[in-house]
């Protein structure tokens, strides 16, 4: 028996609806009734027009572009369901935002990771789902359970009958390697990495591949593609050091400014992402190919609701 003891319900804002539409049909559950607009002066509206007393509601927002918005938009919901007496507020959210900034690197910076924890907490939320955290110790800023899901296999699965045994997958930096490692085991594809290093102040970066990539296919991997600049620049230096065609893949697709441009000019073949953030249409080029994690993310919220281990997902 849940928790809520009375259903499930599932919502969304104005971040991506299309995903939440796909886990609501996976599910078999309607997505519910809620407006979220704007006042005259931008400040977010919401208005829930259904009962959420006594259910389990499941709030799919990524706090993806334009962030601000869609962030506001989400602990303003949240709010909504407290105040509306609701079972269990879960808010899942595919891409969690404000990530880079998980831990103080110099003086008098903050740590936005864990600012967007504390409000989160404070609007009301009793679980956080969401997928490939920028940094794993951001599941221990929050006083609320947090499962994490993991994009890795479901990348991994589209290149299953791409990659041949002598392909070879590629961390585009150091920070990456674990990530690599997962995803080539997934394939069983031994791993390189690429090494960038400055050999003294105002010299430009000196890229080095470290691993066997001279004539092969190779995959870089990453979490989150915001500009490209680093995913193809990392192409260029592997198509320099020989290897033979560079597809590269990446579950969260910011792609902002220069990156469809950059992605459309640059050595890689194909550039795989997931739907935890929407693509608009002029961001759809051939070269980039989509893949879904509706299913995953229904099953994890399946799991939830009817309290079952969701760690089931990663076996």
């Known amino acids: 028996m849940n928790l809520?003891?009375?259903?499930?319900?599932?919502?969304?804002?104005?971040?991506?609806?299309?995903?939440?539409?796909?886990?609501?049909?996976?599910l078999g559950?309607?997505?519910?009734?809620?407006?979220?607009?704007?006042?005259?002066?931008?400040?977010?509206?919401?208005?829930?027009?259904?009962?959420?007393?006594?259910?389990?509601?499941?709030?799919?927002?990524?706090?993806?572009?334009?962030?601000?918005?869609?962030?506001?938009?989400?602990?303003?919901?949240?709010?909504?369901?407290?105040?509306?007496?609701?079972?269990?507020?879960?808010?899942?959210?595919?891409?969690?935002?404000?990530?880079?900034?998980?831990?103080?690197?110099?003086?008098r910076e903050p740590i936005t990771a864990k600012l967007i924890a504390d409000l989160l907490t404070k609007a009301g939320a009793d679980r956080v789902l969401s997928m490939d955290l920028h940094a794993g110790q951001i599941q221990g800023y929050f006083d609320i359970p947090v499962d994490h899901l993991l994009g890795v296999p479901i990348l991994a699965e589209y290149f299953k009958n791409?990659?041949?045994?002598?392909?070879?997958?590629?961390?585009?930096?150091?920070?990456?390697?674990?990530?690599?490692?997962?995803?080539?085991?997934?394939?069983?594809?031994?791993?390189?990495?690429?090494?960038?290093?400055?050999?003294?102040?105002?010299?430009?970066?000196?890229?080095?591949?470290?691993?066997?990539?001279?004539?092969?296919?190779?995959?870089?991997?990453?979490?989150?593609?915001?500009?490209?600049?680093?995913?193809?620049?990392?192409?260029?230096?592997?198509?320099?050091?020989?290897?033979l065609k560079v597809y590269a893949c990446a579950t969260h697709p910011i792609l902002s400014g220069p990156a469809i441009e950059r992605i459309e000019n640059s050595e890689i073949e194909k550039f795989i992402v997931t739907d935890t953030i929407p693509l608009s249409d002029e961001k759809k080029i051939d070269k980039i190919e989509v893949v879904s994690v509706a299913p995953l993310f229904a099953e994890a919220i399946n799991r939830i609701f009817k309290n079952e281990s969701v760690s089931k997902l990663f076996d």
């Open 29 to 107: 559950v309607t997505l519910g009734d809620c407006e979220v607009g704007a006042f005259s002066d931008g400040e977010i509206s919401v208005s829930i027009n259904e009962t959420v007393r006594g259910y389990d509601v499941f709030l799919i927002q990524p706090t993806c572009p334009p962030v601000n918005d869609t962030l506001m938009e989400t602990l303003i919901l949240i709010d909504g369901f407290k105040r509306a007496s609701a079972g269990r507020i879960n808010a899942v959210i595919p891409y969690y935002g404000y990530a880079r900034q998980d831990r103080k690197t110099k003086a």
């Open 162 to 243: 791409i990659v041949d045994s002598e392909s070879v997958v590629v961390s585009p930096d150091l920070g990456g390697v674990t990530r690599a490692r997962s995803f080539a085991n997934h394939l069983d594809l031994p791993i390189a990495i690429i090494e960038k290093r400055r050999p003294k102040a105002n010299v430009s970066e000196v890229m080095n591949v470290i691993g066997d990539i001279e004539g092969k296919n190779v995959i870089l991997i990453d979490d989150i593609v915001d500009t490209a600049e680093t995913i193809t620049k990392a192409a260029s230096v592997l198509k320099k050091f020989g290897a």
């Open 4 to 26: 809520s003891g009375r259903g499930i319900k599932v919502f969304t804002g104005n971040a991506n609806r299309e995903l939440a539409e796909k886990i609501c049909k996976e």
